[in-house]
């Protein structure tokens, strides 16, 4: 969708446009924002750097080599309270930050009737949103999610549990407590939260090429995580693959979270690998032969039915 829009007015303009990361997208990801736990060590092990929408802006001008450049922002004064707030303690001029506001006191009959008269298309956000897009909540996300299956399958990649924003919502609008859609009757549970430990490693960027511009160091840091991202996927595919060719899988019930640490370091296993892991995996670390074990007659024939596990609980 973006990229679209961008082909768009770099042909109605006649003008090439530079495209670099967007200033929330690492901060985003860094502190796992939709992110499932089996990423969390790729994300870290790259090392993303912290932009700030001041640091990109100064880094454009840094590259075309004007200390002077002003910045405009296509922000209207009556877009929100925050905005008029803003608007009516700057006038929609920061020298400080060299910011303005080309269009702060425009209506949008003004903009709408300028774009017209020029034949100038608004990008298909407005069909979606009636506004850019802006982030990732409900009313961006939604969406994306009912109308633009190619934008979806973009926003999977980046943040594979997005799909619990929708989820959150109408749930949310269902009106019914979470606790009394999840618990089950009569039964006591509490969520076990896992921790992760956060691995620190040389940075891959480190041993990157240095980059003549902003736009090529944005290329190689997205390309990097990119490839971070897909290979801890491909892992989890995996490891998930070996699963469910096992001839066996064991779940291991825990009195404790300190008893299941424990388990874990014993094991030397990794903290996502505790609650799903691979019988026949987890025999072969405690010596074990699956063919050993017995099982009841009626877990015999349910193996014959499904072919595909059993359950034995271990204390």
Not at 88 to 103: A, D, H, L, N, Y
Not at 160 to 168: V, Y
Not at 210 to 221: D, G, R, V, Y
Not at 257 to 263: L, T
Request: with cysteine; proline share 5%; net charge negative.
């Amino acid at each position: 969708m973006t990229n679209e829009a961008l082909e768009y007015y770099e042909d109605f303009f006649e003008t090439k446009i530079t495209v670099i990361a967007h200033p929330k997208l690492f901060p985003w990801i860094v502190d796992g924002l939709h992110q499932p736990h089996y990423r969390m060590d790729a994300i870290a092990k790259v090392g993303l750097p912290r932009y700030s929408t001041e640091d990109v802006m100064q880094a454009v001008s840094d590259e075309i080599g004007n200390p002077n450049i002003w910045h405009a922002v296509g922000v209207r004064a009556n877009d929100s309270m925050n905005r008029r707030a803003a608007y009516s303690k700057t006038k929609g001029v920061v020298e400080s930050r060299k910011v303005f506001w080309p269009i702060a006191e425009m209506k949008i009959a003004e903009l709408q009737d300028l774009l017209t008269k020029n034949n100038c298309k608004l990008p298909r956000d407005y069909d979606l949103f009636g506004q850019s897009f802006d982030g990732l909540h409900i009313g961006y996300v939604k969406p994306i999610f009912e109308q633009s299956p190619k934008d979806w399958k973009v926003l999977e990649f980046w943040y594979p549990m997005i799909e619990t924003e929708i989820k959150r919502y109408e749930m949310k609008h269902e009106n019914k407590p979470l606790e009394k859609r999840m618990k089950p009757k009569n039964e006591d549970f509490d969520f076990d939260i896992p921790d992760f430990d956060i691995v620190e490693s040389n940075t891959i960027l480190d041993k990157l090429p240095i980059p003549k511009t902003l736009h090529e160091a944005s290329a190689q840091e997205v390309s990097t995580l990119k490839s971070e991202l897909a290979k801890a996927d491909k892992n989890q595919r995996d490891r998930m693959k070996i699963m469910g060719d096992g001839d066996y899988n064991l779940q291991v019930v825990f009195q404790s979270s300190v008893q299941k640490q424990a388990f874990l370091a014993a094991m030397n296993l990794q903290a996502d690998q505790g609650q799903y892991v691979s019988g026949v995996e987890l025999s072969r670390m405690a010596g074990v032969d699956c063919k050993t074990i017995n099982m009841p007659r009626t877990m015999k024939r349910t193996i014959k039915k499904q072919n595909h596990s059993i359950c034995e609980d271990v204390q």
